[in-house]
């Protein structure tokens, strides 16, 4: 195969996903955007939409390997072969030789603390690890995300807005939680091209509106323009200056 699929994808969220064993979640990688996608499916819906994304999937979808693949019993001997009380490491060895092996084998590592956190550890590596060969296996790169771009946008331009929908557009300043003011208040908002995907960029957003154009946001909401794009809410009481406001439809 000639060329990778170079994509922006966060790679905690896909960690995530891979880490995800509920049977009813199915996660799908959009091979335009880098986005992850979950559905709730009970077992008929499941079949059905399997079916249909592995029709699509050559051209826009992945689909994510479920649970069971991700950590498997080889993992578990593995990490069995660390383990140093013989004891535990014939109950382990008992528990991972019938089904429902991984749920047994969480059950008897609950009683060793030390042990447990340990797995949880040797399980984020191995997470990684099947996460890495499922990227190689499937042709895909990671490249970093863009970084995150703001625009202030005025109350008039949201409400002439034909991409945000009009149940959305009552959504304004309501209460002040310092002095119980329920109205006067200079409300600004913003459009941020993607929301913070990691605890730094989530700082660097709190820092940058803060620094460049003087506010506290009260919130973002995500998905109103129905693409990655968010809306940043935020609000000055005029009668005593506090920038803690309540938001609400
Ligand atoms: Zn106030």
Not at 67 to 83: L, Q
Request: proline share 3%; hydrophobic share 35%.
């Amino acid at each position: 195969m000639s060329g990778k699929i170079e994509l922006p994808i966060d790679l905690k969220e896909l960690c995530n996903a891979f880490e995800d064993s509920s049977n009813d979640h199915r996660y799908y990688l959009d091979l335009e955007t880098g986005g992850i996608t979950l559905d709730f499916l009970d077992a008929a819906e499941r079949e059905e939409l399997d079916e249909m994304v592995d029709e699509a999937s050559k051209e826009r979808y992945r689909y994510l390997p479920n649970a069971e693949s991700k950590v498997g019993n080889k993992d578990m001997e593995e990490f069995i072969e660390t383990v140093k009380g013989a004891k535990l490491k014939e109950k382990l060895h008992i528990a991972i030789a019938r089904s429902g092996a991984f749920k047994r084998f969480k059950n008897v590592l609950t009683s060793y603390p030390n042990e447990i956190e340990r797995w949880f550890k040797f399980k984020d590596v191995k997470i990684m690890d099947h996460v890495n060969e499922w990227l190689e296996e499937e042709g895909i790169e990671i490249i970093p995300q863009k970084p995150i771009e703001i625009r202030e946008i005025s109350p008039l331009e949201i409400s002439d807005s034909k991409e945000i929908e009009e149940s959305w557009k009552g959504f304004c300043a309501r209460g002040c939680l310092k002095c119980d003011s329920e109205e006067g208040f200079k409300e600004r908002y913003f459009v941020i091209s993607r929301c913070p995907d990691s605890e730094e960029e989530e700082h660097w957003l709190d820092e940058t509106l803060k620094n460049k154009f003087g506010i506290k946001y009260q919130g973002i909401t995500a998905g109103i323009f129905n693409d990655s794009r968010g809306l940043i809410n935020s609000a000055v009481c005029r009668k005593c200056g506090s920038k803690d406001i309540f938001f609400d439809f």
